[in-house]
Nanobody, 115 residues
Framework: QVQLVESGGDLVQPGGSLRLSCVAS????????MGWYRQAPGKERELVAV???????HYADSVKGRFTISRDNAKSTVYLQMNSLRPEDTAVYYC?????????WGQGTQVTVSS
């Protein structure tokens, strides 16, 4: 059974930092491209960042220079380091793993940026 479990979401002040983690089980993690997506209230889910199985990364323009995605294949974990957080970063953040026809999502973790 595939499981992606996110953690690390919290309430943080503007300008603050958070690190999200997503631990995967039930998959051969090193084969998977892993990504972080987010969905704000009333908005569609959007891509934040992805890291391929080979380690290549891609970021949404809105987070470039502030967020960093990384992976630890030995721990089957993907991270999202978020710095210089803004109120518009407030959303539920989801982890996604894809490989061939496989496409799995976590349940999400809430990030709220507010003073």
């Amino acid at each position: 059974q595939v499981q992606l479990v996110e953690s690390g979401g919290d309430l943080v002040q503007p300008g603050g930092s958070l690190r999200l983690s997503c631990v995967a089980s039930g998959i051969i993690f090193r084969w998977y491209d892993m990504g972080w997506y987010r969905q704000a209230p009333g908005k569609e889910r959007e891509l934040v960042a992805v890291v391929s199985s080979g380690g290549a990364t891609h970021y949404a323009d809105s987070v470039k220079g502030r967020f960093t995605i990384s992976r630890d294949n030995a721990k089957s974990t993907v991270y999202l380091q978020m710095n210089s957080l803004r109120p518009e970063d407030t959303a539920v953040y989801y982890c996604r793993g894809t490989y061939s026809t496989y496409d799995d999502w976590g349940q999400g973790t809430q990030v709220t940026v507010s003073s």
